[in-house]
Nanobody, 127 residues
Framework: VRLVQSGGGSVQAGGSLRLSCAAS????????MAWFRQAPGKEREGVAG???????GYADSVKDRFTISKDTAKNTLYLQMNSLKPEDTAMYYCAADTGWCRNGARWALGSGTFRYWGQGTQVTVSS
């Protein structure tokens, strides 16, 4: 499985960004996928996830602001981020793996539950 990320960048607080994660093969149709982020000096944390059949799950810190989605025809995963806050500043990673997805909340079990990772993309939110 190959995951190639795009998007991200710098934005002021309250702004929006969209991250993309292009996957190889038919990953988005078969795999459990998720977005994680890692701020300097902090552990990688799960942000949102989506199962092969479309169930989604979100961390409380981003619920109602971020939306995870996928386009299986384009084999691409997305993360739409609205109402961004300075505390959202981090390197963002997409992840994928086969098997049980916990209704889109497998990310809550930790980054070690995913084998395949994108290269990461920086998101910086200024106040």
């Amino acid at each position: 499985v190959r995951l190639v990320q795009s998007g991200g960048g710098s934005v002021q607080a309250g702004g929006s960004l969209r991250l993309s994660c292009a996957a190889s093969g038919d990953t988005t149709s078969r795999a459990c996928m998720a977005w994680f982020r890692q701020a300097p000096g902090k552990e990688r944390e799960g942000v949102a996830g989506i199962s092969s059949d479309g169930y989604t799950g979100y961390a409380d810190s981003v619920k109602d602001r971020f939306t995870i989605s996928k386009d299986t025809a384009k084999n691409t995963l997305y993360l739409q981020m609205n109402s961004l806050k300075p505390e959202d500043t981090a390197m963002y990673y997409c992840a994928a793996d086969t098997g049980w997805c916990r209704n889109g909340a497998r990310w809550a079990l930790g980054s070690g539950t995913f084998r395949y990772w994108g290269q990461g993309t920086q998101v910086t939110v200024s106040s």
